[in-house]
């Protein structure tokens, strides 16, 4: 099969209409879930919590906090890994589940995890026989019976239910019934996860990349380790090479050729469409780093700058905060990539007014 060439601007549309990002928006939340294929949690709220921020990128105002809750009691959308996922993907994620900590050889990583669980494997039967009894429950009602303490150099050092809970998490003993504000909720998996066929771990990881490929539209088929969710995708759709960029690209073939009408959006700092620093970069020209944990003296855009796109283009960046004791949402600067035209500004200037109705907050932005 011949490589498709593409130019930058094709790279691009094809990205921003995998992240449904454009004027043509997803119709509910689940078909946006589907389609993004994860809505990731992050405690960071400067704005709104990152899933909602999301969420609303996509529906505007067709979105309401209530519905990602509500859709969790429902059992259509599933917590896994800190990650929020679609039922209907449900399968692919348990199908590593049965040959945790993994199949084949096992790296000193693995071993560590294996043998830790094994140590405390009456633990593990207390924690089951707790929940079979009184589930859903928070992890602080669950006891602390290890015989050998999680060491750690960081916030989880002998914090042994806790990391016991995700590792029967990622053995689909346990699944996350739902939330209590930020509080999980535990239970056993058998009352959480519906029956489904599983496929192999290794026809799971196939169409995993086909469905990571599927919601960002191009993507390397090798890439460097991120948190939480893989940037690459294997060899999932077709090969492709991108003008003015070095190396080879896989591209979703249902992506190629379609129409374009873009739109201007405030995306999240986590936002798929930039979560991968580098392959924005590469793609669409855009420099960004989250800078919370700089020192303010040392921040260039803010403390939680929102980049700003617009048709097929990343601009700028907005920093901008919630004030939620005073109800307000405050703009403190809008740092433009590129000089804004007209158009864009009142495009830019409009969706911060939608923002703050949306958060239902009054706007207030620098004289």
């Known amino acids: 099969m011949a490589v498709h060439e593409l130019t930058r601007a094709d790279a691009r549309r094809i990205a921003v209409r995998a992240q449904l990002l454009t004027r043509q928006r997803p119709k509910n939340l689940l078909e946006a879930v589907r389609g993004l294929s994860l809505l990731q949690l992050d405690p960071t709220a400067a704005i709104a919590p990152n899933a909602d921020l999301v969420a609303y ?31 209907d993907d449900l399968p692919l994620y348990r199908a590593p589940m049965a040959v ?34 009184s589930g859903p429950l928070p992890s602080r009602e669950l006891p602390d019976t290890c015989a050998v303490s999680w060491e750690s150099t960081g916030w989880t050092n002998n914090r042994n239910v806790t990391k016991l809970l995700d590792f029967m998490l990622a ?29 192999t771990p290794a026809e799971a990881l196939r169409l995993r990349n086909e469905r ?8 390397r088929a090798k890439d460097v380790e991120v948190p939480v969710e893989p940037a690459d995708v294997g060899e999932a759709g077709e090969e492709a090479v991108v003008e003015g960029v070095a190396g080879t690209w896989r591209v979703d073939p249902a992506q190629l050729g379609q129409p374009f009408q873009g739109r201007a959006a405030l995306l999240s700092p986590f936002d798929r469409l930039v979560h991968n620093r580098k392959r924005a970069e590469l793609l669409f020209g855009f420099e960004y780093q989250l800078e919370m944990y700089k020192p303010a003296a040392k921040r260039r855009w803010g403390y939680f700058a929102l980049p700003i796109l617009y048709g097929d283009k990343l601009i700028g960046k907005l920093d901008a905060k919630v004030d939620k004791k005073a109800g307000v949402l405050r703009v403190f600067a809008i740092h433009e990539d590129m000089a804004f035209t007209k158009t864009m500004r009142a495009a830019i200037d409009g969706e911060i007014r939608e923002l703050a109705k949306w958060l239902q907050v009054a706007l207030e932005v620098p004289s």
Not at 60 to 87: C, K, M, N, V
Not at 178 to 189: F, I, N, S
């Open 57 to 87: 990128s996509r529906l505007g105002h067709a979105y309401s906090t209530d519905q990602l809750p509500a859709a969790i009691a429902r059992r259509e959308l599933f917590e896994i890994g800190a990650l929020y996922r679609h039922g």
């Open 100 to 133: 945790w900590p993994g199949d084949g050889k096992l790296g000193p990583w693995q071993e560590r995890l294996r043998d830790w669980v094994a140590a405390n494997d009456a633990c593990r039967r207390d924690i089951l026989k707790r929940l079979e009894a």
């Open 171 to 199: 053995r689909g003993e346990v699944a996350i019934s739902g939330r209590q504000g930020k509080v999980r909720l535990w239970d056993l998996a058998e009352r959480i996860y519906p029956d489904a066929d599983i496929p």
């Open 212 to 219: 990571r490929l599927s919601s960002l539209g191009i993507a």
